[in-house]
């Protein structure tokens, strides 16, 4: 693969608005083993220098989702044992690091899930907002097991419409509402679920705009809110500043009106007081308001 | 007009998405104005029937909509009176207090905007959701005070394009987000103004989905949540209970999945404790929590 595949990759990771955070932390690592292997380079030094510069674009793609950077950080630590071996050791070094990495994320959401599985428990309506890998894991745990789920849409581009269908597939009843009746259906639901994007170093989740809202709601009509991702989406204190991610305006597929300015911003933070519970691929941490 | 005509009426009412429950309400009395005129019968008895019939019908086509109801059963008191004189005098005098009401209900909004206007006050970013009549008269009358909205689109019909569209055209400077961001452009507003379908005896607000979630950012972020509305739409304690209007699930557009039942709830309740102050067209009414 070229330099100018590699950049297209780039291009397709920064404009993805169907893969989640961790979906997306997996396509970067894929890419970067993929380079390791293959991208050209006359010396170590040069390969080792390329690789951490394609490191580095892939994390600036995405700089609300945590996971990216803290799995490419990662990867970037092991880069320098990698490069005190010949080329192609490590070459091959480098690409089965990331691979192995892209395993040990996938296990931290299937474990996410059993672990927000159990503390569900069966026959339960829950509701969630936008769509979550960890919690569509946890609904095909659930799925045999009575489980009922009401759906948001997630404006602008409706993901929740992916959600629907899946769980449709699986034979999951399912109730499908705009994003504005979200405080009419969380009294029918016995818990929220909901994925996140990242989790701050206070327990402050970075999830979809209208997380907040939901968790508002869920406390006003005293349902739990339970956050579900794995340990790779928390920030240190000392990580640097969380953005929230503004899409194209184009997306809500209004008119342009002179006077008007059309915004889009993907992500909000959802503060800690209003969490329940943070369900992570080690377990369940209830928060310190409900023991 | 036929009977037919009249029936025809009632279905354009109960079927309009565009008008709010008071233009709805003066509508229904023009209809009632022409029927007085030219409903066919043999003697007043008979003509006084048919109004009372057609007025029941008119009242029952939107049953969350409080001045429908209240406005009719006003001029269903006075039919009474009318049917005194003889048929040439009833219909007249009928139709005469049918448009009296008309004025009477529009310059009540002319009037609650007037004091929204004052105090809101020049300058100032306001929040709203949903398309009010009232709400729009008010950024009439401040459209020259720098005033800037924003609002929300409002789904499924997304209403908040029409109003986008007026206050461009009023060069009102605007921002216009899905009704997932609320919680994050709350915070950028200087008060949240909203209209009512209902206000009911205990203060409660009766509007469109999504207000509730509104109020509650609003409350966190510690920015006044105003209600707007004429007193034609407050109901009393002894009104029968209201009703949550739900509209066609084809509104959201999604196709149809089998185990997935999609809702399309319009209206939802905000709590009065949500509420920081009530405007009518006799003034402003702070909460009490805030006094």
Redesign the interface.
């Known amino acids: 693969m070229s330099p100018a595949e590699f950049n297209q990759k780039i291009t397709e990771i920064r404009e993805d608005r169907v893969r989640g955070a961790s979906e997306l932390a997996r396509g970067c690592l894929a890419v970067l083993a993929q380079a390791a292997r293959e991208l050209p380079a006359e010396s170590v030094a040069e390969w080792q220098k390329r690789l951490l510069q394609l490191s580095a674009d892939l994390a600036e793609t995405r700089p609300s989702m945590t996971p990216v950077g803290n799995l490419l950080r990662r990867w970037n630590e092991g880069l320098a044992v990698d490069a005190r071996s010949n080329l192609p050791v490590a070459r091959r070094s480098a690409a089965g690091r990331a691979e192995g990495l892209i395993e040990r994320s996938r296990r931290a959401v299937a474990d996410c899930a059993a672990h927000a599985a159990r503390l569900l428990g069966s026959g339960r309506p829950i509701m969630t907002h936008s769509f979550s890998s960890t919690v569509l894991e946890t609904c095909r745990l659930l799925k045999d097991r009575e489980l009922r789920m009401i ?1 948001t ?4 581009l ?1 993901e929740g ?1 992916r959600l ?2 899946q ?2 597939a699986w ?15 969380v009294a029918e639901a016995a818990a929220v679920l909901v994925g996140a994007d990242s989790v701050l170093a206070d327990g402050a989740v970075l999830n ?3 997380t ?2 939901l968790a ?2 869920a406390r ?1 009509r005293g349902v739990p809110f339970y956050v579900c991702c794995e340990s790779f989406k928390r920030r240190a204190a000392s990580d640097p500043p969380w953005v ?1 991610e503004e899409m194209a305006a184009t997306e ?1 597929g ?2 342009l ?9 993907y992500f ?1 933070v959802t503060p800690a007081r209003l969490v329940s519970a943070w369900i992570d691929e080690t377990g369940v941490r209830q928060s310190r308001e409900n023991q």
Chains 1, 2 share one sequence.
């Open positions: 759906v849409e997630s404006r602008p409706e419409r629907a269908e769980l449709s034979r999951v009843p399912t109730v499908y509402v705009t994003d504005a009746q979200m405080g009419l259906f979809k705009a209208g907040y809202l508002l709601a006003e929230l809500l209004v008119p009106w002179p006077e008007v300015t059309v915004r889009n911003v909000e």
